[in-house]
């Protein structure tokens, strides 16, 4: 459905109750009105029917996660891989088979419905009668909703913004009968991130700092000005930033929608606009005293509200170990993303060099046997018995987001059980490279382990406890790496502020503090300090598929061979080994070498979205973007 059809429903919308299981404290909040067809007059005739529409608005926010369960857009990044075979919309994406007609990650008529649901918020709020005894309340809350209204309008606008840039800007709704005509232009990127910007400083003006219990994942000042200064590192970034590519992109009348200038002035007001946040001391990075590796994975697994500025609230649930724990044995799960090496091997040593640099200390030869305090889930030592060294004295945040071979998982918790990737033959379930061509198994040797709750026990469904979580929107870790990263673009290389800023992410999980390495002082490798410690800190959080896009570096990280280890060798290499090739030890000695996974495509064209087709039948303003 285009924006247009949209438009010629008027102004019947549809609520639909939001399936939510929150906790008790949430409650009041996220009550919604009915499932059924509602009327304009039944809507904005009933204040409790008013204060649905908002709830169901936070329900549409877009999140990490899709309705509780992983992101698939992680597999469509140099993360991880998806191993479920055809169909599954990240494999469009890595073969680059996708277009204007065919993207399985567009949003456009989506994003204009739920910004439609805005603007008549906007526009009928102050008009819904109010019982006399409840007047004062409401006169006190309903400025603050709008206010909330327009940071979702914007968040919504946002979404849209790092797909395809320049997009029409509507700030009313629109009649039937207006819908006819209705042909109107993209506005430029820039003016597109303003207007985000804009909306969010003035509602920030409004909105307060924190929430009762009974009113947690409300919108506050803090998130309201953390999309702000994430929009505007976006705007300040290479996509669209003096972006040559986009040059001849122009509107009939000839304005251009993405400015050709590259301005460093941009990185100043992303950099000044993180700091607004920091400077509220609203927000603490999460840490359990003396375990960095829980300090970072209990933000995951648990309901955050100190870290996590901006949260979609989700209901309790197991879906997330059902996706992500390893297929079999003692698991239970669907195992069903595979982690590349190149995701691995981006993880530093503890000792803050990253692995291929001389001084590291890095091993990938033989084995080592060690403890490991917190890598089971829990804050307790955990002892490795022979793992491959390449897996020793990594980044704690490692070991809170990858499972590997020989690594371990507290199932029931008062045992340590041992991951096996490796080919195992006829294992039944012993390995969790599970004997066949196709289905479900870890392909490439990893797991996921970020976002799994150990109190989850997958074997025993029914009676183990639901994990209980908020979707981190936007977290305090960003805003330090915004930080950090606009003063030394804006600088031209990185100042005391941006390693101070950067060092604050690192510090939480015991990282030494940068500079560490002579590049680091330059304005090219602390850039790649900072890539990287985005990467690590927002793995498989949904922002390295728009993170690539934004520093233009897709064409080097998504195109082209991707690895994982032998987890599915050769009869030829099984019997080669010298081992009973149904063996454990057999898999395990052609085990870590590295084979190519996928061979995947990013091509220029594929840094921003096309406008989907049918949009531009329809709007006959609307022009396409590069290489569509």
């Not at 109107?184 to 700092?209: H, M, Q, Y």
């Not at 490798?525 to 690539?548: I, K, L, M, P």
């Not at 060798?569 to 081992?579: A, R």
Request: with cysteine; aromatic share 14%; net charge negative.
């Amino acid at each position: 459905m285009n924006i247009l059809n949209d438009i010629y429903r008027c102004i019947a919308i549809t609520l639909t109750t939001a399936t939510f299981f929150a906790t008790t404290s949430c409650k009041k909040f996220l009550d919604v009105v009915p499932s059924e067809l509602v009327t304009s007059d039944q809507v904005w005739g009933n204040i409790n029917n008013a204060n649905g529409v908002l709830a169901n608005l936070y329900t549409k926010m877009p999140g990490c996660l899709t309705d509780g369960w992983t992101n698939e857009i992680c597999a469509a990044t140099d993360e991880c891989f998806h191993h479920w075979g055809a169909g599954y919309y990240p494999l469009y994406y890595n073969t680059g088979a996708w277009n204007a007609a065919n993207n399985p990650y567009d949003i456009w008529a989506d994003a204009y419905q739920k910004i439609r649901q805005c603007n008549l918020f906007l526009e009928n709020i102050d008009k819904v009668p109010v019982p006399e005894n409840q007047q004062s309340y409401y006169a006190t809350v309903l400025p603050r909703y709008k206010a909330e209204v327009r940071v979702l309008r914007a968040l919504f606008y946002f979404d849209m913004f790092k797909r395809y840039g320049a997009v029409p800007i509507l700030t009313r709704s629109y009649a039937a009968s207006e819908a006819g005509a209705l042909q109107i232009p993209r506005s430029p990127a820039d003016t597109v991130a303003n207007f985000i910007v804009t909306e969010c400083e003035a509602a920030a003006d409004i909105l307060p700092l924190t929430y009762p219990d009974g009113d947690l994942g409300r919108i506050t000042k803090g998130g309201a000005l953390a999309l702000a200064a994430r929009t505007l590192a976006y705007a300040a970034s290479p996509l669209f930033n003096g972006n040559p590519l986009y040059k001849d992109i122009k509107n009939q009348d000839g304005t251009p929608l993405f400015s050709q200038a590259a301005d460093k002035e941009k990185w100043k007001r992303a950099a000044d606009e993180a700091l607004k946040v920091l400077n509220l001391n609203q927000y603490s990075l999460n840490t359990v005293a003396g375990d960095p590796i829980n300090s970072y994975a209990k933000v995951f697994n648990t309901r955050n509200w100190d870290e996590i500025i901006l949260a979609k609230q989700q209901g309790n649930s197991k879906n997330i170990e059902m996706e992500c724990l390893p297929y079999g044995g003692w698991f239970g799960g669907w195992g069903k993303y595979s982690i590349l090496q190149e995701f691995v091997d981006a993880y530093e040593m503890d000792n803050g060099y990253p692995i291929h640099y001389p001084s590291s200390g890095y091993d990938s030869v033989g084995t080592w046997s060690g403890d490991i305090f917190g890598a089971d889930g829990y804050s307790e030592n955990v002892h490795l018995d022979n793992i491959s060294k390449m897996y020793k004295n990594r980044d704690p945040r490692f070991y809170a987001t990858v499972s590997f071979q020989g690594s371990k998982w507290a199932t029931n918790h008062t045992q340590n059980t041992p991951v096996w990737m490796s080919w195992w033959g006829a294992n039944g379930g012993t390995s969790q490279g599970w004997p066949k061509s196709t289905g479900t198994y870890p392909v490439s040797g990893y797991n996921p382990r970020k976002w799994i709750a150990p109190e989850v026990d997958m074997l025993n469904y029914w009676t183990s406890p639901d994990a209980k979580r908020n979707d981190p929107v936007i977290r305090l870790p960003e805003m330090y790496l915004i930080y950090a990263e606009a003063l030394n673009e804006y600088n031209q290389g990185p100042t005391s502020d941006a390693f101070n800023a950067i060092n604050k992410v690192r510090a939480r999980v015991n990282m030494p503090a940068l500079p560490i390495i002579p590049e680091d002082n330059t304005m090219d490798g602390f850039r790649a300090r900072v890539q990287n410690e985005n990467r690590v800190e927002f793995a498989f959080e949904s922002h390295r598929f728009w993170d690539v896009r934004r520093w233009l570096i897709g064409t080097s990280v998504d195109n082209g061979p991707v690895h994982g280890l032998n987890a599915r060798p050769t009869g030829q290499e099984l019997q080669s080994s010298g081992y009973d090739v149904n063996s454990k030890e057999a898999g395990l000695s052609v085990f870590y070498k590295r084979i190519v996974i996928q061979t995947r495509v990013f091509q220029p064209k594929h840094y921003l979205f096309p406008i989907p087709q049918t949009e531009i039948e329809v709007n006959h303003q609307l022009v396409q973007n590069y290489g569509w």
